[in-house]
């Protein structure tokens, strides 16, 4: 419908990855919003591999943007990286999401490390299928459901390892605001996000084992964890807000100005 207006210049921004719509087996609705991007004038995404291969592909007017990161870099003090907690940050009731990979991966956690701890920070909505899951596996001494927070920095002071199990992203802002406090992460094959890279450790099978064998090697290791915190934080000192706002200003202006610039900054980019 959007596409149909003749005098308003609408810019799509697509805050998902395609595979989201593979996942989920709505096919019907994959074809569907990919033929509307097609025939858009102004996209903005999020994932490089789109962006640069598959949009051009498949005739897609889109240029790639980073998301806007939460936290000012140089005034963030990184976690102490002291303690064995482990932390899941997002949408509990969102299946996608994969928290019962890393509460599964508990089991196998704690027999190496008995005082590890896990702690969720969620809305705890429809999250019950979470609780049952925690208490037949008799996890409730070492998984915590925190709830939601609107400053989730603070459990970031002392965190030893962030695990991000979800089946789809696009840029991933959960995983950015934990690599900016310098704390290792967990991924199931989410390498071709932006940040994916520097600090992370990417697994690429669902077996809550493999998730688990990773993470006693972090928490076991000061050194190794250090390292991984380290790289994560470095990784993302090139994200700066300020020089994405003025891409953002570029983009704005030079669709004001006609489609030959869009095509300019779309070539530059």
């Known amino acids: 419908m959007l596409n149909n207006f003749k005098k308003i210049k609408t810019i799509?921004?697509?805050?998902?990855?395609f595979l989201i719509w593979i996942y989920?087996?709505?096919?019907?609705?994959?074809k569907t919003i990919?033929?509307?991007?097609?025939n858009s004038k102004y996209l903005v995404s999020l994932v490089p591999f789109e962006n640069d291969y598959l949009?051009?592909?498949w005739?897609?007017?889109?240029?790639?943007?980073?998301n806007f990161i939460p936290y000012?870099?140089?005034n963030i003090i990184p976690s102490t990286l002291t303690s064995k907690i482990i932390l899941m940050i997002g949408r509990g009731s969102d299946k996608m999401k994969r928290y019962?990979?890393?509460i599964q991966s508990m089991k196998y956690i704690i027999k190496k490390i008995p005082d590890c701890e896990m702690r969720i920070i969620s809305d705890m909505k429809s999250t019950d299928y979470l609780k049952n899951m925690i208490n037949n596996l008799k996890l409730e001494n070492n998984i915590k459901l925190v709830g939601y927070t609107s400053i989730p920095e603070i459990y970031f002071k002392n965190a030893s390892l962030h695990i991000f199990p979800t089946i789809s992203e696009s840029f991933g802002f959960v995983l950015s605001e934990t690599k900016i406090y310098g704390i290792p992460s967990i991924l199931a094959g989410l390498d071709y996000v932006s940040i994916a890279k520097g600090g992370t450790i990417i697994i690429y099978d669902d077996k809550p084992q493999t998730i688990a064998n990773e993470a006693i090697?972090?928490?076991?290791?000061?050194?190794y964890r250090k390292r991984l915190g380290k790289e994560a934080r470095l990784s993302m000192k090139k994200f700066n807000n300020d020089l994405l706002l003025k891409k953002w200003t570029k983009l704005i202006l030079s669709i004001y100005n006609g489609d030959i610039y869009y095509q300019n900054l779309r070539e530059q980019d």
């Open 217 to 223: 090697k972090i928490l076991n290791s000061d050194n």
């Open 12 to 17: 799509f921004y697509n805050h998902s990855c």
């Open 72 to 74: 000012e870099y140089n």
């Open 24 to 30: 989920a087996e709505i096919y019907n609705y994959f």
């Open 59 to 66: 005739g897609i007017n889109s240029i790639l943007m980073n």
């Open 55 to 57: 949009f051009k592909k």
């Open 34 to 38: 990919y033929n509307a991007y097609k």
């Open 100 to 102: 019962e990979l890393g």
